[in-house]
């Protein structure tokens, strides 16, 4: 069989444009990796630019904000195979799409990850939709916007959710999507509400609290947003979970956990983790059992 024994080194045929086609390509390589758009690059920046949660000091959520969304871990799954843990509500750019493109293409799709490290694909921004509020304290029932920037200093995304159509749906349950876009509009308003439905009017205008289950409702199509632990996505970051805006309730018309969220904010004592990382009070009989044997020492 016949092989093939000229390579671009011998004067043969074409090689003037072999050696020129060889140099512009390590041209244009160059310059994408001098600006930094290679895709290894901009894969970096959202998985391993690290960012800083804001903090709170009266224990609520305020515009201004930096947050992660996270759906907290919920043992009683219905499924057999599902993702456990607390999710966090991450950017998924499309690998494709990546490839072709030097920015973030929008729209950009969205998935529930296995992180509690705030990074560039994952940390939110509480906006407000009228007004500059920045400060403020956000309430229940008001409209807010969340943003996220993905580690780019220059673009600005928005989550955001329509109506379900036959050409726009979720890509596993075929249900109404969420995705990130740079249009600004009411597809963009969402609004807090407490999981309990017999308080719901009550807390109508109180503060939201940070690092408390609450419902984050979209306010076009009045769905609220899930993550499908269940419903697997294949990323170029790994297996991540679905998240779409669909409202789930069981028998007693209560919202299951898969509607539940919380806006994390940063932990003051250690910049670089999260309220999460906090351990957990003990609850009141194991404090009075201590102090029964002796044990507490405050």
């Given at each position: 069989?016949?092989?093939n024994?000229?390579?671009?080194?011998?004067?043969?045929?074409?090689?003037?444009?072999?050696?020129?086609?060889?140099?512009?390509?390590?041209?244009?390589f160059?310059?994408?990796?001098?600006?930094?758009?290679?895709?290894?690059?901009?894969?970096r920046?959202?998985?391993?630019?690290?960012?800083?949660?804001?903090?709170?000091?009266?224990?609520?959520?305020?515009?201004?904000?930096?947050?992660?969304?996270?759906?907290?871990?919920?043992?009683?799954?219905?499924?057999?195979?599902?993702?456990?843990?607390?999710?966090?509500?991450?950017?998924?750019?499309?690998?494709?799409?990546?490839?072709?493109?030097?920015?973030?293409?929008?729209?950009?799709?969205?998935?529930?990850?296995?992180?509690?490290?705030?990074?560039?694909r994952?940390?939110?921004?509480?906006?407000?939709?009228?007004?500059?509020?920045?400060?403020?304290?956000?309430?229940?029932?008001?409209?807010?916007?969340?943003?996220?920037?993905?580690?780019?200093?220059?673009?600005?995304?928005?989550?955001s959710?329509?109506?379900?159509?036959?050409?726009?749906?979720?890509?596993?349950?075929?249900?109404?999507?969420?995705y990130?876009?740079?249009?600004?509009?009411?597809?963009?308003?969402?609004?807090?509400?407490?999981?309990?439905?017999q308080?719901?009017?009550?807390?109508?205008?109180?503060?939201?609290?940070?690092?408390?289950?609450?419902?984050i409702?979209?306010?076009?199509?009045?769905?609220?947003?899930?993550?499908?632990?269940?419903?697997?996505l294949?990323t170029?970051?790994?297996k991540?979970?679905?998240?779409?805006?669909?409202?789930?309730?069981?028998?007693?018309?209560?919202?299951?956990?898969?509607?539940?969220?919380?806006?994390?904010?940063?932990?003051?004592?250690?910049?670089?983790?999260?309220?999460?990382?906090?351990?957990?009070?003990?609850?009141?009989?194991?404090?009075?059992?201590?102090?029964?044997?002796?044990?507490?020492t405050?």
């Amino acid at each position: 069989m016949a092989q093939n024994l000229y390579g671009p080194g011998v004067r043969i045929g074409n090689w003037n444009e072999d050696v020129y086609l060889e140099e512009e390509l390590m041209k244009d390589f160059l310059e994408k990796r001098d600006k930094g758009k290679l895709l290894i690059q901009r894969r970096r920046r959202l998985k391993q630019n690290l960012m800083q949660l804001s903090m709170t000091e009266d224990g609520y959520i305020h515009y201004g904000d930096k947050v992660m969304l996270v759906n907290p871990d919920d043992p009683d799954t219905e499924a057999d195979v599902f993702l456990g843990g607390d999710l966090s509500l991450c950017m998924t750019p499309d690998e494709i799409q990546s490839h072709l493109r030097d920015e973030l293409e929008v729209p950009c799709g969205l998935s529930a990850v296995q992180a509690k490290t705030p990074i560039g694909r994952n940390t939110f921004i509480i906006l407000s939709v009228h007004r500059d509020a920045t400060g403020q304290v956000l309430r229940y029932g008001q409209d807010f916007c969340l943003g996220i920037t993905g580690g780019f200093d220059n673009k600005m995304l928005y989550l955001s959710s329509d109506h379900r159509t036959l050409l726009k749906s979720s890509k596993r349950s075929w249900l109404q999507e969420v995705y990130l876009t740079d249009e600004v509009s009411h597809m963009n308003c969402w609004q807090a509400a407490i999981p309990d439905p017999q308080l719901r009017l009550e807390y109508e205008g109180f503060p939201v609290p940070a690092n408390a289950k609450i419902l984050i409702n979209h306010c076009h199509t009045n769905r609220g947003l899930a993550a499908h632990r269940h419903l697997f996505l294949s990323t170029y970051f790994g297996k991540e979970a679905e998240v779409v805006a669909h409202t789930y309730l069981d028998s007693h018309r209560v919202e299951k956990p898969r509607n539940h969220w919380m806006l994390v904010t940063g932990n003051p004592r250690d910049a670089s983790s999260t309220m999460l990382d906090l351990p957990k009070p003990p609850a009141e009989d194991t404090r009075a059992m201590e102090q029964a044997m002796g044990l507490d020492t405050q």
